[in-house]
């Protein structure tokens, strides 16, 4: 015996956005677990400064280089593309569009580098012309205290000390 399929009730809109374009996934674990823990620690090491880092950027940064990741695994000649998987906005184009200064954004960078937010970050010349290719991970292991875990099976923590 077979039961009859069921649709899953969705809140609100929900329905119409998973059948419609430019919808993505994110980990909840992240707004719930990593970047609190994140900001936590950051905040900590410039506790007495009075021009202190704004760390909570690196929310705004990620889900914005997560917007821009390249989904096309082929080219339309049939070759695989050489940035499938990377984001790759310029600079000012970040700093247009969130309003962070363009020295801000490589330390912001560092920070989910090294807490696995950012899987590779690579330098790409086309002629003279340098762009940066962030490869951005979807995080699909987080642990109850917020460090993701690599597709090794490693949690990764930042080594703190780089930011003092």
């Given at each position: 015996m077979t039961l009859p399929e069921t649709e899953k009730q969705l809140p609100n809109n929900k329905r119409e956005l998973l059948?419609?374009?430019?919808?993505?996934?994110?980990?909840?674990?992240?707004?719930?677990?990593?970047?609190?823990?994140?900001?936590?620690?950051?905040?900590?090491?410039?506790?007495?400064?009075?021009?202190?880092?704004?760390?909570?950027?690196?929310?705004?940064?990620?889900?914005?280089?997560?917007?821009?990741?390249?989904?096309?695994?082929?080219?339309?000649?049939?070759?695989?593309?050489?940035?499938?998987?990377?984001?790759?906005?310029?600079?000012?184009?970040?700093?247009?569009?969130?309003?962070?200064?363009?020295?801000?954004?490589?330390?912001?960078?560092?920070?989910?580098?090294?807490?696995?937010l950012l899987l590779n970050v690579k330098d790409h010349w086309e002629g003279t012309k340098r762009s940066k290719w962030y490869f951005v991970s979807f995080c699909p292991h987080v642990t109850d205290d917020g460090y993701i875990v690599n597709d090794d099976g490693e949690v990764v923590t930042p080594d703190l000390s780089l930011y003092q």
């Open positions: 059948t419609g374009k430019n919808y993505e996934m994110y980990n909840l674990d992240l707004m719930r677990k990593v970047f609190p823990r994140i900001i936590n620690e950051y905040e900590g090491l410039y506790q007495r400064k009075q021009r202190k880092p704004q760390f909570r950027d690196i929310i705004a940064l990620y889900f914005y280089l997560l917007s821009y990741v390249d989904g096309r695994h082929t080219w339309e000649n049939g070759d695989a593309s050489v940035r499938f998987g990377a984001s790759f906005p310029s600079k000012s184009k970040i700093c247009a569009d969130l309003g962070i200064a363009e020295a801000r954004i490589k330390p912001l960078v560092e920070v989910l580098w090294t807490n696995g």
